[in-house]
């Protein structure tokens, strides 16, 4: 009897040695469902991938360099022109215009050892060097400030303006006489309009 009892326990470590060896895939179905899924999945994945890196939308990179707003800001033209019409006085700006523009920044608080506006006492020794000294020292710039306090006014409009501050400040100056390109052009103007 331990001889048939040895051959079925034989039978059974063989049977179980058996199980012990297989894989999760029992019938000839699920092998072709498995290999079928092992190539269509990559597949699939290999597809979506590309579809993503080729389309035309993506998220930023991080930098904003190469956009096209940025480099047209770093290629602009380092200068500008702008042509003013000198033919017209009337067009350029009044001496107090350019004051409020340019020269209230240090003038009307006093700023750096500017003259302050309408100081009799700050601005007398500057009129009494007279209306040329002025606008030579506004022109080309003086102490702190820079030349035409850093404007960019034509010569016309910063006398203007000089004369408007020394004026404020006790002078009598008469207002300065209009270039002659501007006086030629006022000229033949107002001959055009009488006629």
Same mark, same amino acid.
């Given at each position: 009897?331990?001889?048939?009892?040895?051959?079925?326990?034989?039978?059974? &470590?063989?049977?179980?040695?058996?199980?012990?060896?297989?894989?999760?895939?029992?019938?000839?179905?699920?092998?072709?469902?498995?290999?079928?899924?092992?190539?269509?999945?990559?597949?699939?994945?290999?597809?979506?991938?590309?579809?993503?890196?080729?389309?035309?939308?993506?998220? %930023?990179?991080?930098?904003?360099?190469?956009?096209?707003?940025?480099?047209?800001?770093?290629?602009?033209?380092?200068?500008?022109?702008?042509?003013?019409?000198?033919?017209? @006085?009337? %067009? =350029?700006?009044?001496?107090?215009?350019?004051?409020?523009?340019?020269?209230?920044?240090?003038?009307?608080?006093?700023?750096?050892?500017? @003259?302050?506006?309408?100081?009799?006492?700050?601005?007398? @020794?500057?009129?009494?060097?007279?209306?040329? &000294?002025?606008?030579?020292?506004?022109?080309? #710039?003086?102490?702190? =400030?820079?030349?035409?306090?850093?404007?960019?006014?034509?010569?016309?409009?910063?006398?203007? %303006?000089?004369?408007? =501050?020394?004026?404020? #400040? #006790?002078?009598?100056?008469?207002?300065?006489?209009?270039?002659?390109?501007?006086?030629? #052009?006022?000229?033949?103007? %107002?001959?055009?309009?009488?006629?």
């Amino acid at each position: 009897m331990s001889g048939t009892q040895d051959h079925a326990n034989a039978q059974d &470590t063989h049977a179980d040695g058996h199980d012990a060896h297989e894989g999760p895939i029992k019938t000839p179905k699920q092998l072709i469902v498995a290999v079928f899924f092992a190539f269509v999945i990559p597949i699939v994945v290999i597809v979506m991938l590309a579809n993503y890196v080729s389309s035309e939308v993506k998220p %930023a990179a991080g930098s904003t360099g190469l956009e096209e707003q940025a480099v047209a800001a770093r290629i602009q033209p380092v200068g500008a022109i702008e042509l003013k019409d000198l033919s017209n @006085p009337a %067009a =350029m700006k009044s001496g107090e215009q350019v004051f409020q523009a340019q020269c209230a920044a240090c003038h009307a608080a006093g700023v750096a050892g500017a @003259p302050k506006l309408g100081d009799h006492d700050a601005w007398g @020794p500057r009129v009494k060097a007279g209306f040329d &000294t002025l606008v030579h020292s506004a022109l080309k #710039g003086k102490g702190n =400030m820079g030349p035409q306090g850093g404007g960019d006014f034509t010569d016309f409009e910063i006398s203007r %303006a000089v004369v408007y =501050m020394a004026n404020q #400040g #006790g002078a009598k100056f008469d207002e300065p006489k209009a270039p002659a390109g501007a006086a030629s #052009g006022a000229e033949s103007g %107002a001959s055009a309009a009488s006629q």
